[in-house]
């Protein structure tokens, strides 16, 4: 799918990323009809933010300010300590996937990790953009840089971004002196990976207006108009010797900082901008509160073809008013004609904007998914159809933690079994919020009966003894799993305090297998830094045989499809192709073979070595013309030794998120929990059995 958003982002201050994302919003705007503006995070909600305000402003953009940004910083280093950084990263994909499905293209742009503090030991931008799957346009302050330094940083840049997982789309070199940038135009080397755009520094962009001086400081206008406030001021000066002495010193674009008692030096600066030798001053700040007197002002007023030299007056003496102009931080805003006019024009002569088009068409959508991507996808498909699941062990505090924040999360219906009062009673006890939740006390439900009588016409020819079926419905998990199989529930989760055996026994003898399918089998989601990976089976089968194997194989398949991970499978074992021998070996090879006559249409590979099919560099050599090594997705372990000890070593040994295990091969969805499960574990596993009841439509 072709690329719908980019982010801009630099790592130091002062860059010019906002002049960038002017040139590509331009572009962008000139050929889309919605193109929307995003801030993951802004310094604070107490002000409006800059860039916003003038991308909303500039650019006309039908947005409103709250869908423009995610957090403040303050909000996410709170969150950040507080240990809730996968919250973070999950409400900001929220909203920006809604702006992606409600525009054509979403145009983002980071904040320089100086606005944070030094406690972060990641870099933000990169991590934002790697779990909203965007391209990222990085931008490189090259004031006062040498040649060498530039250089060296473009490179890192560009390995630390492909090391962080992210989709580098370009890099923009900016302010670079003239002599660097004359230089390095000529290196064709420059962009040999990815495009390189140099940007010369234009030093009125980094200078303020006087409007900014005015709103920075609060300072009074008494002479002048609003057409004089797009002044650029260049530099300062503090006039502080007599008038012919300080006239000598005068430059283009200067600020002339006076006490206001010194009318005199106002009128020769005044003066001066009259007069062919001396050069043209972009305003006058009057400082200790003082104002001239009214016959002063009318006889500057009066000059005739008087050309509004901005007056100003601060009630802070000289020397601290000097100090804070010199902190006026530049902007360009909406009403900064001059500005925007050579900003666009800088990025318009310098960076070929038909290789951005294209790269913007030929690029895809990052194909990454970061653990918090795929849990984020879980609960949006979960959502989209909202299924009933029963979860039967409401004696457990983590089963009830994680209902409320199902609940919260809108992800599905619940029933919880057990006693109403007391697991009502005990939610209190714990400040937790079930409104919502259904609770059926299988000891007195009317449902009893109905579902004794079927279980009992089911397994009759089994031996099963009325009086026996009464037994088993008093079980909470038979009881939920008849709900399931009669309907009144799509899925059940069990297994917090149950074993594995308790959770599927009564799955198998009611609900039993899908047509063609007599194994019911397993899979974990092992969510890696930037890909999701299915291991199968790692939690069911011991030991299974060729006939089995393939089964499991194209299950896990078929789940892999189901949740958006497009399935190549490995049937792995500790040879590669025909390099070896022996009965596990040749189980491997004949289940591969099974797989591929029965489901033909499944990129399969077998017997093949773990770093075979997951190695694009090992798989060169071991199995050079194979669709499926080095990029596997679908991982079958031989046995349950195998696959159990190598999900457990990948997950503590890589941090990975490992979700499951999903059980497969039901005709309705039942899921085992492991008895050390974490409250996320039961959230997660709710969505997938959810989805799973979701159907082909998954």
């Known amino acids: 799918m072709q690329t719908k958003s980019l982010y801009i982002a630099s790592l130091e201050p002062a860059a010019g990323s906002l002049i960038v994302a002017m040139g590509i919003m331009e572009m962008l705007k000139g050929r889309m009809e919605?193109?929307?503006?995003?801030?993951?995070?802004?310094?604070?909600?107490?002000?409006?933010?800059?860039?916003?305000?003038?991308?909303?402003?500039?650019?006309?953009?039908?947005?409103?300010?709250?869908?423009?940004?995610?957090?403040s910083v303050d909000e996410v280093e709170t969150m950040v300590a507080s240990g809730n950084r996968h919250d973070l990263m999950e409400a900001l994909i929220g909203k920006f996937k809604l702006l992606e499905s409600q525009y054509d293209f979403v145009l983002c742009e980071g904040l320089?990790?100086?606005?944070?503090?030094?406690?972060?030991?990641?870099?933000?931008?990169?991590?934002?953009?790697?779990?909203?799957?965007?391209?990222?346009?990085?931008?490189?302050n090259g004031n006062g840089k040498t040649l060498k330094e530039v250089?060296?940083?473009i490179r890192i840049e560009s390995a630390t971004i492909k090391t962080e997982g992210c989709t580098h789309f370009a890099t923009f070199a900016n302010r670079l002196s003239q002599d660097v940038f004359e230089?390095?135009?000529?290196?064709?080397?420059?962009?040999?990976?990815?495009?390189?755009?140099?940007?010369?520094?234009?030093?009125?962009?980094?200078?303020?207006?006087?409007?900014e001086i005015k709103k920075y400081l609060k300072c009074d206008m008494i002479l002048g108009g609003e057409q004089d406030l797009r002044r650029v001021v260049k530099q300062s000066k503090v006039a502080a010797m007599t008038m012919e002495h300080f006239l000598d010193h005068l430059e283009d674009g200067d600020l002339v900082i006076v006490p206001g008692d010194r009318p005199a030096i106002m009128l020769a600066a005044i003066a001066a901008n009259y007069s062919k030798v001396y050069p043209t001053i972009a305003g006058i700040l009057l400082t200790g509160g003082f104002v001239p007197k009214q016959a002063i002002l009318e006889l500057v007023q009066g000059?005739?073809?008087?050309?509004?030299?901005?007056?100003?007056?601060?009630?802070?003496?000289?020397?601290?008013?000097?100090?804070?102009?010199?902190?006026?931080?530049?902007?360009?805003t909406p009403q900064?004609?001059?500005?925007?006019?050579?900003?666009?024009?800088?990025?318009?002569?310098?960076?070929?904007?038909?290789?951005?088009e294209e790269k913007i068409k030929t690029s895809t959508a990052s194909s990454a998914m970061t653990p918090i991507m795929f849990e984020y996808s879980l609960f949006e498909k979960a959502r989209s159809n909202k299924k009933t699941i029963v979860l039967p062990e409401s004696e457990d505090v983590r089963i009830l933690r994680a209902a409320e924040i199902l609940l919260r999360r809108d992800v599905v219906n619940l029933v919880l079994l057990g006693n109403e009062s007391e697991v009502m009673h005990k939610a209190m006890t714990l400040g937790l919020d079930l409104k919502g939740v259904r609770i059926i006390d299988p000891a007195t439900s009317p449902l009893s009966e109905e579902f004794v009588t079927a279980f009992y016409e089911l397994r009759k020819a089994k031996g099963l003894k009325l009086a026996a079926a009464k037994d088993a419905m008093v079980s909470p998990n038979y009881f939920a799993t008849m709900m399931v199989y009669l309907g009144h529930a799509d899925g059940m989760v069990s297994g917090a305090v149950h074993t594995t055996a308790d959770t599927i026994r009564p799955a198998l003898q009611t609900i039993k297998t899908k047509p063609g399918i007599s194994v019911v089998s397993s899979v974990f989601f092992m969510c890696l830094d930037?890909?999701?990976?299915?291991?199968?089976?790692?939690?069911?089968?011991?030991?299974?045989?060729?006939q089995e194997l393939a089964q499991i194989a194209i299950s896990s398949a078929q789940t892999a499809k189901a949740f958006g991970v497009e399935p190549r499978i490995a049937m792995l074992s500790y040879s590669t192709g025909d390099s070896g021998s022996g009965d596990e070996v040749e189980k491997v090879r004949t289940a591969t073979k099974l797989v591929k006559e029965l489901r033909p249409d499944l990129l399969v590979e077998g017997p093949i070595q773990y770093d075979a099919a997951i190695d694009p560099q090992v798989a060169k050599t071991k199995l050079p013309n194979s669709k499926v090594a080095g990029q596997a997705t679908v991982f079958i372990f031989p046995d349950l030794n195998t696959g159990n000890n190598t999900y457990k070593a990948v997950q503590r040994s890589s941090g990975a998120?490992?979700?499951?295990?999903?059980?497969?091969?039901?005709?309705?969805?039942i899921n085992d929990l492991s008895r050390g499960c974490l409250v996320e574990d039961i959230v997660n596993t709710v969505a997938i059995t959810a989805i799973q009841a979701q159907g082909d439509n998954a």
């Open 34 to 71: 919605k193109v929307a503006f995003f801030r993951p995070v802004i310094p604070t909600r107490a002000t409006t933010d800059g860039d916003i305000d003038f991308m909303l402003g500039y650019f006309s953009l039908q947005q409103s300010y709250e869908d423009t940004f995610g957090f």
């Open 112 to 140: 320089s990790s100086s606005s944070l503090t030094s406690s972060f030991d990641f870099d933000i931008n990169l991590e934002i953009a790697k779990n909203l799957g965007v391209p990222v346009v990085t931008v490189l």
């Open 151 to 153: 250089h060296e940083e």
């Open 183 to 211: 230089t390095l135009k000529k290196d064709e080397s420059l962009d040999s990976d990815q495009p390189v755009f140099l940007l010369p520094e234009i030093p009125e962009l980094d200078s303020p207006t006087i409007a």
């Open 303 to 332: 000059i005739t073809h008087f050309n509004g030299i901005p007056v100003l007056t601060s009630t802070k003496d000289t020397f601290k008013t000097a100090m804070d102009v010199n902190n006026v931080p530049a902007r360009i």
């Open 336 to 356: 900064s004609k001059r500005k925007i006019a050579l900003a666009m024009g800088l990025f318009n002569a310098n960076v070929d904007k038909l290789r951005i």
């Open 530 to 546: 930037t890909r999701v990976l299915v291991y199968g089976d790692c939690a069911v089968n011991q030991d299974p045989n060729a």
């Open 657 to 669: 998120l490992a979700i499951g295990p999903v059980l497969q091969g039901l005709n309705k969805p």
